[in-house]
């Protein structure tokens, strides 16, 4: 979520110096039906050293395979 929210940043931004330049400005949308909640989760190093080996954005896809394991 937070590259979204510098994506959205970064958007508004250029579309303020659009504005300011009297340039039409464009719409950013930021796509809020995936609401994230901050936890805190004690894991063995090694298993995140691994996740942070698959490069960036290697929270997005540790939540995606935890959101698509079935319990139970």
């Known amino acids: 979520m937070s590259s979204e929210k510098d994506q959205f940043q ?4 250029e579309s303020v110096k ?33 996740w942070k080996a698959t490069g960036p954005g290697w929270q997005s896809r540790m939540a995606k395979v935890l959101s698509d394991v079935t319990i139970g």
């Open 18 to 50: 659009q504005m300011r330049a009297g340039e039409p400005a464009r719409v950013s949308v930021v796509d809020t039906s995936a609401a994230t909640v901050e936890i805190s989760l004690r894991l063995p190093a090694t298993v995140i050293d691994r």
């Open 10 to 13: 970064r958007d508004l931004l």
